[in-house]
């Protein structure tokens, strides 16, 4: 959308402020040195301060003309101002009011949708330019020059919006294939989800659900024939694992597929199930109005929360835990373990964190791990 010399002095423009007001100007400049003694006026002073009055108050018709509009009623403004202006230039010869039918004619067809009335301005504007100048020169051939040099302003001008008009649609065009190309980028992306999210399904859960019952089997079989309490817990556990193993495969499909995963609950899951099997103290706090989050964002914090419960349990066993889940402009979790100490090997590393910090960027989120002086923290962020 372009701004009309209109539309700049409605948003306060300096220029185009001066671009309107300049018909006015050259008005009030003519009609003052035409009243200087000696100048030549063809008609009364008294009627040429009527018609300079015309052709201010009509300039002031183009303030309701949008760039784009249709030429209405507003336009006959325009036509009483090319009228005007010709009849003023005509009673100042020499003034500087000749501009005014090459103005009017201008701004007919340069900035408004073509009407018949834009054209009678034209028709107007072309009259306006040569009959003054005919009447002074008594030159057929400068007259017909002067409405020649109208008609051609009104064809470069035609011209100038046909090609404005050309760019604006070949711009929306682009627009639209550039919308286009992304929408088929992310159905493309969609379907590899799908995809993904089917041999998942298909592959991965099914062989850990088969896996479990196997393991059950086993279990079973060495409490039948009387095997030691050990071999039945290797097994049991080994059970458990396969069966968050494909609670997890699910977890990832539903990611995947964009459904909803497990909510809040979930992470205070986790850390009831760090309490219950390590026996250490674990507490699970929310800060904060709760408030729903996509299944990426949410699927980082469980894995950030599952992979630093089994950092603690592996590097600081039966270290208290405080899981923290804070609700602000942006969210907050927090996991920190106290052994007690700082740990004797303070630098970071291992494949599990930078999973954490992978998954972290993915989603636009900031992750931090480092030691403190009584243990280990873990914090992530990620604005929603």
Known sequence: MRWTLADQVRGNSVPGLL????????????????????????????LILVVAGIVVVSNISLFWLRYGDPLGRAGYGLLVFALAGSLLWYA???????????????????????????????????????LPLYATTRSEAAALGSAFGVLALTLSSVNRR???????????????????????????????????????????????????LS???????????????????????????????????????????????????????????????????????????VRKLSGEVMCALYRTVQESLVNTRKHAPQAPVRVTLAYAEKVRLTIEDQPGTRPANAAPGGYGLLGMRERADLVGASLEAG??????????????
């Open 19 to 46: 671009l309107r007001a300049l018909p006015s100007v050259l008005t009030v400049i003519s009609v003052v040195i035409g009243a200087r003694p000696g100048s030549e006026r063809r008609l009364p002073y008294a």
């Open 92 to 130: 100042l010869p020499g003034s500087a009011m000749i501009v005014a039918p090459f103005w009017a004619t201008r701004a007919a067809v340069r900035y408004y949708r073509p009407t018949p009335l834009a054209w009678v301005i034209v028709g107007a504007g072309m009259l306006g330019a040569s």
């Open 162 to 212: 046909n090609r404005e008009q050309q760019m604006e649609e070949l711009e929306v065009s682009l627009a639209r294939k550039q919308a286009a190309i992304e929408e088929h980028g992310r159905a493309a992306a969609l379907a590899e989800r799908a995809r993904i999210a089917r041999d998942m399904h298909d592959v991965l859960a099914h062989s850990l659900a088969g896996l479990s």
């Open 215 to 289: 393991l059950q089997g086993a279990r079973l079989m060495l409490v039948r024939d009387g095997a030691s309490a050990e071999a039945i817990e290797q097994i049991t556990r080994a059970q458990g694992l396969a069966a968050d193993g494909l609670a997890e495969a699910r977890r990832a499909v539903a990611a995947l597929r964009e459904d909803s995963v497990p909510d809040v609950r979930a992470l205070g899951d986790l850390v009831t199930a760090y309490r219950l099997e390590s026996g250490a103290p674990a507490e699970f706090v929310v800060e904060g109005e």
């Open 371 to 384: 030691p403190t002086a009584t243990g280990w923290r873990v914090e992530l962020e990620v604005a929603v």
